[in-house]
């Protein structure tokens, strides 16, 4: 498998160098992507898909506000982004690397702002994250997260309006399981290991973010939903940042409801009894 005539034509306007070779990486859902090798001897990464400007703003925002390491944006446009590529181990993540993630997300969690949301809209796994600013993290987390992708998968037909519903009774809920003192906190909101890059036992890349200002909690759940870090992780990040008692116990799954919601927009399937077994937990 190759890129077509015309993509590797678009590539190699881009970067005014001849692409000699082109491997395919995994690119998820959102778009084609290829690790690239100019005739000057240069690697690259180069993604072709749709909303890759906002890819690229928020890499870009990222490395101009924070420590996280993430890749330098070497051409962006909506159809087209082309950055470096960052040599990793292809083991994935080690118990050294899980303790330099503890520091480098602790470090992003740092950065506070004034209101929950961001600047802008961002977006997850190609799918539209609205960030308007809130003063009030429960209502943010119901309004703008649960209810809204709990409506966008009952759009695309994949998932039934009684689940919906009850979203809903979870929704008028949240006040028995988070309280309102929370702090809003830069996340990067996808961190899952096929977005973590590490070498050496040291972190080395973060990939695809999908920023905003929010409760590090939902980042730190999310982080657990498909086994991407374990106990080095949690005991390294809890030496630089309390983690309140009942995360693990109750907040975890609450707010891991919000991926479960997205896949089951993306994807349907077996994610719909997730959510379903989430919602019994909860009692709606």
Request: with cysteine.
């Amino acid at each position: 498998m190759t890129p077509s005539a015309a993509a590797r034509g678009a590539i190699e306007r881009a970067v005014g160098r001849r692409v000699v070779r082109a491997t395919a990486l995994h690119g998820g859902c959102v778009a084609e992507v290829w690790r690239i090798a100019l005739d000057d001897g240069e690697e690259l990464v180069a993604k072709l898909g749709r909303g890759l400007a906002l890819e690229a703003f928020m890499l870009d925002w990222l490395q101009r506000n924070s420590r996280a390491p993430v890749p330098e944006i070497r051409f962006a446009r909506d159809d087209l982004l082309i950055m470096q590529y960052i040599a990793h181990d292809d083991r994935g993540i080690d118990v050294a690397a899980e303790r330099d993630l503890a520091s480098v997300v602790a470090s992003l969690h740092g950065l506070s702002g004034k209101f929950f949301g961001f600047a802008q809209d961002t977006a997850i796994g190609g799918l539209p994250q609205p960030n308007p600013p809130s003063t009030d993290w429960r209502q943010f987390f119901a309004e703008h997260r649960l209810r809204f992708m709990a409506r966008q998968a009952h759009a695309a037909q994949r998932l039934p309006l009684r689940v919906v519903n009850r979203v809903e009774t979870l929704c008028a809920r949240l006040d028995r399981w988070i309280d309102a003192g929370a702090v809003p906190a830069l996340i990067h909101g996808d961190l899952w290991h096929g977005n973590i890059l590490a070498r050496g036992g040291r972190i080395v890349g973060l990939l695809d973010p999908a920023l905003y200002f929010a409760d590090p909690e939902i980042e730190l759940a999310f982080m657990t939903l498909f086994g991407s870090v374990g106990k080095p992780f949690f005991a390294s990040y809890g030496e630089l940042r309390r983690i309140a008692p009942g995360f693990f116990e109750a907040r975890r799954d609450l707010y891991n409801l919000y991926p479960l919601l997205a896949h089951v927009r993306l994807f349907g399937g077996g994610y719909v009894a997730q959510v379903e077994r989430t919602l019994d937990r909860f009692g709606a």
